[in-house]
């Protein structure tokens, strides 16, 4: 569980009414006491993400999540945030307890979560005292059901069976970049002199990367642009691969021969958690902006600003010096991803390394429905820099 990072776990999010037993299944499903259980409806106010490693699952992040019915003030956005925990679920356990009167409420729930594709395992609580006929809901939901008593700790071993069962497949892909690499070659990854990170840490997506060369059994190598130079000539040969940084893209390209491979760590990013063709379609809409243009520059982090926020000026410098004006730029970070996309000419996107790909890929289908262009920082910069072309090749897009 602590080797895998949070954005690459499966997503696995309990909803359901009040007190309908959401946080009894979730410490009954783990074996561990961690959510507080009371008899009081409302307990959970909000959505609650915890790490774990549940017997013959795997790793994955359990979200427990506010009641579904709670319809006062307070309850309604309290239900949103739940509404939201979707964005991000790749598994869902949908509860009907049999306090209840009808399930009209876990229906339209049921329907919502079958539009975002998101597989639906019917989880029956409080079997010990109370009788729901299963039958009947089979008819109507076609999904699993599963029985259980927290009660009495009853039927969770048949639960984690059906959550390995009818976990999606492909929630995230196998690897970075294990296709485009094999055993004993060596990749060079380069990095900012200054790097914007914590002293004694990397970047979220250069640690990832790191370590999917190492379990592919790769040489890697770690230099700043400054000592790339001395590197190559201390080589044998010139490396397989180069990952560089978007900061340090015109020094790289200039110091490597034309035949060494080059992409980005947010190029690796964008194709391991969303959709690079997408992505690269949309950067070609950057050619096209008019002076007073909306554009939506959208960060998965939420954090203070550093630096200037060097990757987000930038952008916001050469998409208006394209543009041959001002353009009107907005900011989302985090969750605050607009639902209304309309207006937008175009939206740049982070690489997302913090997301997990649930979220990415559903803001690519939003931006999709609504026919707005949606392109990466990392893509971006390539197409600011005219090496596009390069930078895509060994993934065999065209750009």
Same mark, same amino acid.
């Given at each position: 569980m602590?080797t895998?990072?949070?954005?690459?776990?499966?997503?696995?999010?309990?909803?359901?009414?009040?007190?309908?037993?959401k946080s009894s299944l979730i410490n009954g499903l783990?074996?561990m006491?961690?959510l507080v259980?009371?008899?009081?409806p409302?307990?959970?106010t909000?959505p609650v993400?915890?790490a774990?490693?549940i017997p013959?699952?795997?790793?994955? +992040?359990i979200v427990?999540?506010?009641?579904?019915d709670?319809?006062s003030?307070?309850g309604r956005?309290?239900?949103q945030k739940? &509404?939201e925990?979707?964005?991000l679920t790749d598994?869902?356990l949908? +509860?009907?307890s049999?306090?209840?009167d009808?399930y009209?409420?876990?229906?339209?729930w049921?329907?919502?979560l079958v539009?975002r594709?998101?597989p639906?395992?019917?989880v029956?609580?409080?079997?010990?005292?109370?009788?729901?006929?299963?039958?009947?809901l089979k008819?109507?939901l076609?999904?699993p059901?599963?029985k259980i008593?927290?009660?009495?700790?009853i039927?969770?071993?048949s639960?984690?069976?059906?959550i390995?069962?009818f976990?999606?497949a492909?929630f995230?892909r196998?690897?970075?970049?294990?296709?485009?690499v094999?055993?004993?070659e060596v990749?060079?990854m380069?990095?900012?002199?200054?790097?914007?990170?914590?002293?004694?840490r990397l970047?979220?997506?250069?640690?990832q +990367?790191?370590?999917d060369?190492?379990d592919?059994?790769v040489m890697?190598?770690?230099?700043?642009?400054?000592?790339l130079?001395?590197?190559?000539m201390?080589l044998?040969?010139?490396?397989?691969?180069? +990952?560089?940084?978007?900061q340090?893209?015109d020094?790289v390209?200039?110091?490597?021969? /034309?035949?060494?491979p080059?992409?980005?760590?947010?190029?690796l990013?964008?194709?391991?958690k969303?959709?690079?063709?997408?992505f690269v379609?949309?950067?070609?809409?950057?050619?096209?902006?008019q002076p007073g243009?909306k554009v939506?520059?959208s960060? /998965?982090?939420i954090h203070?600003?550093?630096n200037g926020?060097?990757?987000?000026?930038?952008?916001?410098?050469?998409l208006?010096?394209?543009a041959?004006?001002k353009?009107?730029i907005?900011t989302s970070?985090?969750?605050?991803f607009?639902a209304d996309?309309?207006?937008y000419?175009?939206i740049v996107h982070c690489?997302?390394?913090?997301?997990?790909r649930?979220?990415?890929m559903?803001?690519?289908?939003?931006s999709?429905?609504q026919?707005v262009?949606?392109?990466?920082?990392?893509?971006?910069?390539?197409?600011?820099?005219?090496?596009?072309? &390069?930078v895509?090749?060994?993934?065999?897009v065209n750009?």
């Amino acid at each position: 569980m602590q080797t895998t990072p949070q954005s690459n776990k499966m997503h696995i999010a309990v909803f359901g009414r009040r007190n309908s037993g959401k946080s009894s299944l979730i410490n009954g499903l783990t074996g561990m006491p961690f959510l507080v259980v009371n008899d009081k409806p409302g307990t959970t106010t909000e959505p609650v993400f915890q790490a774990f490693d549940i017997p013959i699952v795997g790793p994955v +992040i359990i979200v427990d999540t506010a009641g579904i019915d709670d319809d006062s003030d307070l309850g309604r956005f309290r239900v949103q945030k739940t &509404r939201e925990v979707m964005d991000l679920t790749d598994l869902s356990l949908l +509860i009907f307890s049999g306090e209840a009167d009808d399930y009209k409420l876990e229906k339209e729930w049921y329907h919502e979560l079958v539009k975002r594709n998101i597989p639906v395992i019917g989880v029956i609580t409080k079997v010990d005292d109370h009788y729901v006929d299963v039958d009947l809901l089979k008819t109507e939901l076609k999904i699993p059901f599963v029985k259980i008593s927290s009660k009495k700790n009853i039927n969770f071993g048949s639960l984690r069976h059906a959550i390995r069962d009818f976990a999606p497949a492909e929630f995230e892909r196998a690897s970075i970049l294990g296709d485009l690499v094999s055993p004993g070659e060596v990749v060079v990854m380069v990095m900012p002199e200054t790097i914007p990170a914590p002293k004694y840490r990397l970047v979220s997506s250069q640690q990832q +990367i790191l370590r999917d060369l190492l379990d592919h059994h790769v040489m890697a190598l770690s230099v700043t642009e400054v000592e790339l130079p001395t590197l190559l000539m201390n080589l044998k040969g010139m490396p397989d691969l180069v +990952i560089t940084d978007s900061q340090v893209y015109d020094s790289v390209s200039e110091i490597l021969p /034309a035949n060494v491979p080059l992409t980005t760590f947010a190029i690796l990013m964008a194709r391991f958690k969303g959709d690079l063709p997408t992505f690269v379609s949309g950067a070609e809409t950057i050619s096209s902006l008019q002076p007073g243009d909306k554009v939506l520059l959208s960060e /998965a982090c939420i954090h203070h600003p550093h630096n200037g926020e060097i990757d987000r000026e930038l952008v916001k410098t050469k998409l208006q010096e394209i543009a041959g004006g001002k353009l009107e730029i907005r900011t989302s970070v985090g969750p605050d991803f607009p639902a209304d996309l309309s207006g937008y000419k175009l939206i740049v996107h982070c690489g997302g390394c913090i997301f997990n790909r649930k979220q990415l890929m559903n803001r690519l289908a939003s931006s999709g429905e609504q026919r707005v262009p949606i392109t990466n920082y990392g893509i971006a910069f390539a197409y600011f820099k005219g090496i596009l072309p &390069r930078v895509l090749e060994i993934m065999h897009v065209n750009s």
